[in-house]
């Protein structure tokens, strides 16, 4: 058999000539009419038009599409289309499918009417991705179909075809007025493809004189199966489409009844995936059948119950053929016991009636035949039928809907109806009636503006609550309403008061917790909320508890202080019942501001059980304290090991004067231990004194001892008499080793710990370890051991330490391990740690949580950066994302800064100074500097240069050596991962469009040794206080910043400053930097100048969600490559596959889903297709992330989701 060449016009009609000779197609034609045809050069002769449509193909020989033709047609489509306007494109595929009918199996001819891909320049090109392309087309679709309906020019016999049939072809033309978005355009045009190359093909077969029935059944089999089944018609009307489909199918259909055909399908049909039953269902042969009489039922009686069961008696059928959608819906009563009555006519109505007194009333045919009867019937007649079965009949489920039905007072009289459904729906029909929706309304996206109050139904309502409140409740209260304006909250309070059923009134409390969540709705519901609540205090709160509805909780911030109690009760039950989330819900409850609660209600705090007290102990502030301070006392004498670390942590948060003036000294002796404790840990100077006069209290422990010598330390306070250790050398403390307090167990000490610490001498060493045990911070007497090493020892040590808790699995039995880090860790020690994270993650993710929380621990910003990485990145569970936040929010809180203020500070700068790093090695000292490529050169006090550290010489102090050779490996080492991860910070910043204040720039870009690196490879914008531009800007190697002309530049005291977005600079400027760039050798780090601008459309920026991509299909390979670039990471789950991608930026405030067919987990398939949908961005407005409009997004992040998925439109397939 001939194979088709596409790949060019002459290549092509050579073999498609012979194909035709091997066909025996137009044997005795001229060929060269063909090719004036194809050119548009002369009409096709009829003899050609009757050669090549008896030449149809008709039942399928094999895979002809991949025999003759390859995978794709757009080889063909390349040269054919090459210089033709896209207005053209539609003829010449319609040439090109009749010029294939009898070489192409004809369902196979739509794969050619409009390509998918064509080739330009060598590179494949989705010409369905052009919109302009779209347009033109749907264009040109409508006019054909214009002229199909009107019967114009070739259409005519295909318009006298059709109305012969009794069909009509005005749905084709309907429904592509419908269809005008860009996404829905695409989406839609395969299945127009498929119905409109049927139209031509039937436009071709009339040609013939020899038409036979025979051809026309095997169309309709050909082309309305599941090949046209799978087309996306989402975007069409559903009833336009069913229409459609079912006028196009008519003719053929009537043929295939009076074929032999239609014998032999209903002989195969079994079940309901039969060809005759999809036929039946969803082509309209059930119209064409009953349009014959008795043929249906005929057809009824002869099939098996399963294929019976499987063919409904449609709206279309009921409507054109009453009595055959009868006769079908008897026979399935008479058979099956059992119907979905769904018929309208009056004689199926009265039948439905007869029904209803011979039926059993729990089964589907009464229920269905009720309801269809309260659908189609008079009021009177309505209310006749539940009178009968349902208005005094508590035991029955109302079947129907009441929705037909306006009259008020009817429904008003059924909210009395014994049957609880009846009442229900009665209430929302009345409901409906009242609070009536305007155009655009959405219940799920309610808007003020979306509903009026009709004053009737108001009236009727009110009326109605008073004797049926609770109903009325259940089926009218709702927050989305008010919101709406279609309710008022005073009605609220009336049935409130009408009513104590405890069900009722928790309706119209959750409600009014929903209708907080709206910010425009708060003023008018708190004080209301605040009423009920004083009213029924315990039901709010175990609303509220319940973890339905455990998102309410969020909108009680601002709540009045009276309700206090209300919040001091959720957070104990939070906190309690979901350890898990316990650190989460923390942070809920203090932005909540619970502690202005407890202050103000301190009886409610002592009426908790003791388990409770101690969770919220992390809420106090020191106004709680002062309240509280009874319920404290006896608190801090417990001897709850739970309660010891929290209620320590209070008290160091407290200053001197809040403990005087609280009572709680001097206090029981037995509460007076973690009370010492606390005090110790304060960082008020003002405690000292208090410190010094409870120094020799019987109530001390060892630690609470040392913490308290380390307190009187710091404030200058002489120790001597007070530290028996104070002033010891090495010497006197090993001879005190000699009789230690402490015994080592055994298989503590190893030879790792013997070799370093060697100098301390084993029983000295020993005793160290022992110190530690048990504590859980690093002893002061440890402290005073580990004095006698040198800087880089204890670093050494610390390291051993973590290395060792690493190697033991982060076991809980040697947490004790990581105490010499806090202390003394440096870069070495928080690698460990965070490469322990790294491999923890996925199987050990308490462990990997915990190692995170240890690491903000190490003195300095390194580990608290490395810690804010593994937060920020994404690719760690939740747990450890929780664990990282906690950590970061309390380090910020020992240095007096928000999370946000410490976060902008965290940039490690390993010593450096504005010189470089000095690394003194005792006679003399080295500087270590950073040069613009980031490689960094050393230089002698003679300012020799050299690439590394010169070695050691014998003059060189070995201990100061030790310590400089540990700082110039962590700068080495560390430096350029530290400024990539920077300058990928930068470029989140540039994309959300972050401002800096001038001040607060200026400490951290100008002043940050490293930093100012980066900051000298980009162009600032300086912003005004109403956020205008005033100047773009670049620092200089001085410290300074300059204009584009090398102008010094002042930034004014009132200014901020951000990362300038391509958005902000004209074509000309942009090339002036560039140019300025080029002149000083600098390249951004962040593609500033190389980021694209796309434009929204004015569409886009009133949607909620980008479709640029949707529908579009790339391989996974290409998808995760691109993902993973941005920063995106799977959003698994834990499931066995996942459906969306999401990217988290600036700390998880904002958040960007890429929506895509499902991808396994446990295997990677580089060609596996995925489909895209919607990318939507969505910001965190307290615990809840809520779905943004584009347009109120700021503009840099518009642009940068608008790149991304117009990226990934360009890469799709």
């Not at 302009?132 to 114009?152: N, S």
């Not at 403390?733 to 298989?747: D, F, H």
Request: with cysteine; net charge negative.
């Amino acid at each position: 058999m001939t194979v088709i060449d596409t790949n060019s016009e002459a290549a092509f009609f050579d073999s498609l000539q012979q194909a035709y000779r091997d066909a025996g197609v137009g044997n005795d034609l001229d060929f060269a009419q063909v090719l004036a045809y194809w050119r548009g050069e002369a009409a096709l002769p009829n003899a050609w038009r009757q050669a090549l449509a008896k030449g149809i193909k008709l039942v399928r020989e094999g895979d002809a599409y991949s025999r003759h033709f390859g995978p794709s047609n757009s080889a063909f489509y390349s040269w054919a289309f090459d210089q033709v306007p896209p207005e053209q494109h539609l003829d010449i595929s319609e040439r090109a499918v009749v010029l294939l009918t009898p070489v192409l199996e004809v369902v196979e001819l739509s794969h050619w009417l409009l390509p998918t891909f064509i080739f330009r320049d060598n590179k494949q090109v989705r010409l369905r991705d052009d919109r302009q392309w779209l347009a033109v087309q749907y264009r040109v679709l409508q006019q054909r179909a214009d002229a199909l309906a009107e019967g114009q020019g070739d259409w005519l016999p295909v318009q006298r075809w059709y109305l012969a049939a009794g069909a009509h072809l005005q749905a084709l033309s309907a429904v592509l007025k419908t269809v005008n978005d860009r996404s829905d355009q695409e989406s839609t045009l395969p299945g127009l493809q498929a119905l409109y190359t049927l139209l031509l093909v039937v436009r071709e077969q009339l040609q013939r004189s020899d038409q036979s029935k025979q051809t026309w059944a095997d169309l309709a089999l050909r082309f309305f199966n599941d090949d046209t089944n799978r087309y996306d018609w989402r975007s069409v009307d559903t009833q336009l489409h069913d229409t459609l489909q079912r006028q196009i199918a008519k003719p053929l259909l009537h043929a295939l009844v009076d074929s032999e055909v239609l014998a032999r399908l209903v002989s195969e049909a079994a079940d309901r995936n039969s060809v005759f039953v999809k036929l039946f269902r969803k082509q309209g042969l059930d119209c064409v059948l009953g349009e014959q009489p008795g043929r249906l039922l005929a057809i009824a009686e002869q099939v098996p119950d399963s294929v019976l069961a499987a063919l409904p008696a449609s709206k279309a059928l009921d409507a054109a053929c009453p009595v055959a959608a009868l006769e079908l819906e008897q026979v399935q009563h008479a058979r099956l016991r059992g119907i979905n009555a769904s018929l309208s006519s009056p004689v199926a109505l009265q039948w439905y009636r007869q029904l209803l007194s011979q039926e059993k009333k729990a089964g589907l045919t009464f229920q269905t035949c009720f309801s269809r009867l309260l659908e189609q019937s008079s009021d009177d007649e309505v209310d006749a039928l539940i009178e009968a079965h349902y208005f005094h009949d508590a035991d029955s489920e109302f079947p129907g809907s009441l929705y037909t039905c306006k009259n008020l007072q009817l429904l008003s009289r059924y909210l009395g109806g014994k049957a609880k459904r009846l009442a229900t729906m009665a209430g929302h029909q009345l409901w409906q009636l009242t609070a009536v929706a305007q155009p655009g309304y959405h219940f799920q996206f309610p808007a003020p503006g979306d509903m009026k109050i009709d004053p009737q139904g108001w009236d009727a309502v009110m009326a109605a609550s008073v004797d049926h409140p609770e109903r009325i409740i259940s089926s009218t209260v709702r927050a989305g309403d008010l919101l709406c304006g279609g309710d008022r909250i005073e009605r609220w309070q009336f049935l409130w008061e009408l009513t104590e059923d405890q069900e009722a009134r928790g309706w119209v409390l959750r409600s009014a917790c929903e209708a907080l969540t709206y910010s425009s709705l708060r003023a008018q519901v708190f004080p209301y909320l605040e009423r009920w609540y004083a009213d029924e205090p315990e039901l709010l709160e175990e609303q509220l508890a319940d973890r339905y509805f455990n998102d309410h909780v969020d909108a009680l911030l601002g709540y009045p202080i009276s309700m206090g109690p209300l919040l001091i009760k959720l957070a104990a039950h939070s906190l309690e019942a979901e350890p898990a989330s316990r650190r989460g819900n923390i942070r809920r409850f203090q932005r909540l501001k619970t502690a202005d609660a407890i202050a103000a209600h301190p009886q409610v705090y002592a009426a908790l059980d003791s388990k409770q007290q101690a969770l919220l102990l992390p809420l106090f502030n020191s106004a709680g304290v002062l309240a509280c301070a009874d319920t404290l006392s006896k608190v801090l004498a417990s001897s709850n090991k739970a309660m010891r670390e929290p209620l320590i942590k209070l008290i160091a948060r407290c200053n001197a004067e809040i403990i005087q003036h609280s009572g709680l000294l001097p206090g029981p002796a037995k509460a007076r231990g973690n009370l010492l404790t606390g005090i110790a840990q304060s960082r008020d100077p003002a405690m000292a004194p208090l410190i010094a006069e409870y120094f020799h209290d019987a109530a001390h422990d060892e630690q609470s001892r040392g913490l308290s010598l380390d307190a009187l330390e710091r404030a200058g306070y002489p120790l001597a008499g007070l530290d028996p250790w104070h002033g010891l050398d090495l010497a006197a403390l090993q001879k005190e080793a000699q009789t230690p307090a402490a015994v080592l167990p055994e298989g503590i000490w190893n030879e790792e710990f013997a070799a370093q610490l060697q100098p301390l001498g084993e029983p000295l060493g020993r005793l160290l370890l022992a110190l530690t045990l048990k504590v859980e911070r690093l002893p002061r007497r440890a402290r005073q051991i580990l004095a006698n090493l040198t800087p880089a020892q204890r670093s050494d040590f610390a390291l051993l330490c973590v290395e060792r808790w690493i190697v033991e699995g982060g076991s809980n039995d040697f947490m004790w391990l990581l105490q010499p880090m806090r202390e003394y860790g440096d870069e070495r020690a928080a690698n460990a740690l965070a490469k322990a994270v790294q491999e923890w993650k996925k199987y050990r993710t308490q462990k990997a949580a915990l190692a995170i929380a240890v690491l903000c621990e190490l003195p300095g910003k390194y580990g608290c950066y490395l810690a804010r990485q593994q937060w920020e990145n994404g690719k760690v569970g939740n747990s450890i994302k929780t664990s990282a936040s906690t950590a970061l929010t309390a380090q910020a809180e020992l240095r007096g800064l928000s999370l946000d203020e410490f976060l902008e500070v965290l940039a490690p700068d390993f010593g450096m100074g504005p010189q470089g790093l000095v690394l003194d090695v005792g006679p003399y000292s080295y500087t270590v500097r950073v040069r613009s490529d980031l490689s960094l050169v050393v230089l002698d006090a003679a300012g020799k240069v050299s690439k590394s550290l010169p070695k050691a010489r014998a003059e060189e102090d070995p201990e100061k050596r030790a310590q400089a050779d540990n700082q110039f490996k962590a700068l080495s080492k560390n430096l350029k991962p530290v400024l990539k991860q920077q300058a990928q910070r930068l470029l989140r910043a540039m994309q959300l469009g972050q401002l800096w204040p001038a001040s607060t720039w200026q400490g951290l870009f100008l002043e940050h040794p490293l930093l100012n690196l980066i900051a000298q490879n980009l162009v600032w914008s300086v912003i005004d206080a109403e956020e205008q531009p005033l100047q773009r800007v670049r620092p200089d190697a001085s410290g300074g910043v300059v204009t584009l002309d090398d102008e010094a530049y002042a930034l004014p005291e009132d200014s901020s400053v951000r990362v300038t977005h391509p958005l902000e600079v004209e074509a000309s400027e942009r090339a002036a930097w560039l140019a300025h760039f080029s002149d000083y050798e600098l390249t951004s780090p962040i593609e500033q100048w190389t980021t694209p601008v796309q434009p929204p459309s004015s569409d886009e920026l009133q949607a909620s969600t980008v479709l640029r991509a949707r529908g579009k299909v790339l391989t996974r390979g290409t998808l995760s490559g691109l993902l993973e670039r941005w920063g995106y990471v799977k959003d698994t789950d834990g499931e066995s596959e996942f459906t969306s991608h999401y990217w988290a930026l600036d700390g998880d405030t904002w958040q960007v889903s890429v929506g895509h067919g499902p991808i396994p987990v446990s295997y990677f398939n580089a060609d596996e297709q995925i489909e895209l949908d919607e990318l939507v961005v969505y910001r965190r407005v307290g615990e809840e992330l809520q779905v943004q409009v584009l347009g109120e997004l700021p503009p840099p992040l518009l642009n940068t989701v608008l790149v991304q998925a117009q990226a990934l439109a360009e890469a799709s397939l």
